[in-house]
């Protein structure tokens, strides 16, 4: 079984900054995908940035040039630095870990961006 613990979440002023972290336990295997997504209510929940075992990583193009995926394999932990955070950006942010056995997902954590 796998499972995935976010922090980091909360309430910033526009042009501020968070970061996200998730832990993962449990059975990973060593290579996997790991990704950030987000959900707004009555809208599907997208990706905004996966990393690779080794590092490959990708954004979504709202978030390029502002947004820093990264992970510590050792560890089992991803991390998202939300750098001038918009409005937007209000949502429930998502760790998902996708590998061979399978597609698992975290509770979510709240990142509200307002005055």
């Known amino acids: 079984q796998v499972q995935l613990v976010e922090s980091g979440g909360g309430l910033v002023q526009p042009g501020g900054s968070l970061r996200l972290s998730c832990v993962g336990s449990?059975?990973?295997?060593?290579?996997?995908?790991m990704g950030w997504y987000r959900q707004v209510p009555g809208k599907q929940r997208e990706l905004v940035a996966s990393v690779t075992t080794g590092g490959i990583t990708n954004y979504v193009d709202s978030v390029k040039g502002r947004f820093t995926v990264s992970r510590d394999n050792a560890k089992n932990t991803m991390y998202l630095q939300m750098n001038s955070l918009k409005p937007e950006g209000k949502a429930v942010y998502y760790c998902?870990?996708?590998?061979?056995?399978?597609?698992?997902w975290g509770q979510g954590t709240q990142v509200t961006v307002s005055t």
């Open positions: 449990g059975r990973i295997p060593s290579i996997n995908v």
């Open positions: 998902n870990v996708r590998s061979y056995l399978g597609n698992y």
